[in-house]
């Protein structure tokens, strides 16, 4: 099953630090701060993670989603772009979403792992069956992004 993008768009209210308008029934400002750059990759197409700064820290793999500050010695961190292609870690279908949730029912969630990333990113298949350890490549909502983690999903490689 293919799933189009998510229709609704968050208007961006400011470019530095990255805000968005996520229209509800309500409005709801939100700032994404030192993420900012994650979410402006995904617009253009690009995964980016961060990566620790001090040569004396132990952990120089990436990090997605990003850190502002590495968790091990709160070092800065530098942004790298991210490989696009990974496997599935684990997933899981979503049969009945609540109210808020953008996605149709029936969504597989799934847990992405990177090679040189030390974190497991969670997101969602766009089309096909999922299963544990299938090969799959990024693929991003660049025609109308909705400024949101939803601009990134992925499909079998």
């Known amino acids: 099953m293919a799933i189009d993008w998510p229709s609704t768009q968050a208007e961006v209210f400011r ?12 409005s709801h400002y939100h700032s994404y ?16 993670a961060t990566q620790c700064t001090n040569q004396q820290c132990g952990e120089h793999r990436l990090w997605l989603p990003p850190r502002c500050e590495c968790p091990d010695c709160w070092h800065e961190m530098a942004w790298r772009e991210a490989p696009t292609t990974g496997r599935i870690f684990t997933w899981s279908t979503v049969l009945y979403p609540g109210e808020l949730f ?21 997101s969602y298949l766009k089309d096909g069956k999922p299963e544990i350890g299938m090969p799959i490549k990024a693929v ?18």
């Open 15 to 26: 470019e530095n630090p990255l805000g968005i308008l996520n229209a509800k029934t309500w």
């Open 33 to 48: 701060g030192g993420w900012g750059r994650f979410f402006e990759g995904l617009r253009v197409g690009k995964l980016l």
């Open 102 to 122: 953008r996605l149709p029912p029936e969504t597989s969630l799934i847990s992405v792992e990177i090679d040189g990333v030390c974190t497991k990113l969670m």
């Open 140 to 157: 991003f909502n660049t025609k109308k992004p909705t400024n949101t983690i939803l601009d990134l999903a992925w499909v079998p490689a």
